[in-house]
């Protein structure tokens, strides 16, 4: 409304009727215009991967989102129907003021039309910054989430593996970062997501919106890797360890699920063994489906557990097509 009310022409030196049409049509250009990104947008959620969605309904009502979008289509539509009648209605007026009253009656109807929308004008708004914030990962792709307690190795797993430095993104709704590696086995492309803060802490300590962003990467297709650290120094006792791996399998369940029990090198041997002798009862329980003894800071170590992985799960998933 502001810059319709800026680039409201004077229309000095017009004929009157001149004055009136080209008055009408900034109106409609400014709300056209202004409006455009409407098209893109349908085009981007109609195709938007659930996961984003899961992101977006945290915040947002998909109901209200698609009320906002239909009134938007419909008052553009409007406002160029009444476009194309009232410019000729201005054109037929016969005295001054019959052309006053249709250019009221005119550009009245093109606002309120547009007024009625203004509610879901500022929803969209906040959706397409949203959006513009949206963390980079692609939910085509096969991924590996790596979950596990702090100081566990998650991110110097990401790191080693990693062919480029991990990008560093925001995670909707939540104080917390996510992290995304990149790897290439044989022809498939992975990618490695640690998201610090999330999957490493009961989501019995979360709050009700972290809890939604922890169960949106359900959405995303791969595999769980959680990480336990044997070693004397590690964050938590190796049984609430283990205890952590079960409370979160409810959120990401319907994944297979992997332990790596990291840091071996540093490892006690009867800690290794307890930890074996863990990770086996939860494969027994059907919380996992295998275990591999790591070392994230040496590549060939941590690649070959992400291979593995790979192997036994994601190329059964994502078949690679041939060229
Ligand atoms: N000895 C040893 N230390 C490791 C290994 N992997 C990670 N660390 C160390 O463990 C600490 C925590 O690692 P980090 O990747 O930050 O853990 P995160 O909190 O799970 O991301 C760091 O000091 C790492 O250098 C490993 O395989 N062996
Ligand atoms: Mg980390």
Same mark, same amino acid.
């Given at each position: ?253 319907? +994944?297979? *699920?992997?332990? =790596?029990?990291?840091? $071996? #090198?540093?490892?006690?041997? &009867?800690?290794? @063994?307890? !930890? ?20 994230? +800071?040496? *590549?060939?170590? =941590?690649?070959?557990? $992400? #291979?593995?992985?790979?192997? &036994?799960?994601? @190329?059964? !998933? ?6």
């Amino acid at each position: 409304m502001e810059r319709i009310r800026s680039r409201y022409p004077k229309g000095r030196g017009l004929k009157p009727v001149d004055r009136e049409i080209t008055r009408l049509q900034t109106i409609r250009n400014i709300i056209i215009d202004r409006t455009s990104f409407i098209k893109q947008l349908v085009r981007l959620l109609d195709n938007l991967h659930p996961f984003y969605w899961r992101l977006i309904e945290i915040e947002f009502n998909r109901d209200e989102i698609h009320k906002a979008i239909s009134c938007v289509s419909k008052s553009r539509k409007l406002i160029s129907s009444f476009w194309d009648k009232y410019r000729f209605l201005l054109l037929a007026s016969e005295t001054p003021r019959e052309l006053r009253r249709t250019s009221t009656e005119a550009r009245g109807r093109m606002m309120s039309s547009i007024k009625r929308c203004s509610k879901g004008l500022e929803l969209l708004r906040s959706l397409v910054v949203f959006l513009q914030h949206l963390p980079s990962i692609n939910p085509e792709i096969p991924t590996i989430i790596v979950a596990g307690p702090p100081s566990t190795g998650k991110s110097t797993l990401i790191k080693t593996v990693s062919t480029a430095s991990p990008q560093v993104a925001p995670y909707p709704f939540t104080t917390k970062n996510i992290h995304i590696g990149h790897y290439t086995y044989k022809d498939t492309r992975i990618q490695l997501i640690d998201t610090p803060g999330i999957l490493d802490r009961s989501p019995d300590e979360m709050n009700q919106v972290e809890r939604r962003a922890v169960a949106a990467l359900k959405e995303i297709p791969g595999a769980i890797l959680y990480l336990v650290d044997p070693t004397p120094t590690s964050y938590m006792p190796l049984q609430d360890q283990f205890r952590l791996l079960a409370k979160i399998h409810r959120y990401t369940g319907g +994944k297979p *699920h992997y332990i =790596a029990v990291n840091k $071996v #090198d540093e490892a006690p041997d &009867d800690t290794l @063994r307890e !930890a074996e002798g863990l990770a086996k009862m939860m494969i027994g329980k059907g919380l996992a489906r295998k275990y591999y003894h790591m070392v994230a +800071k040496d *590549h060939s170590s =941590a690649s070959q557990v $992400v #291979d593995d992985i790979v192997e &036994d799960s994601i @190329r059964q !998933a994502h078949p690679v097509s041939q060229p």
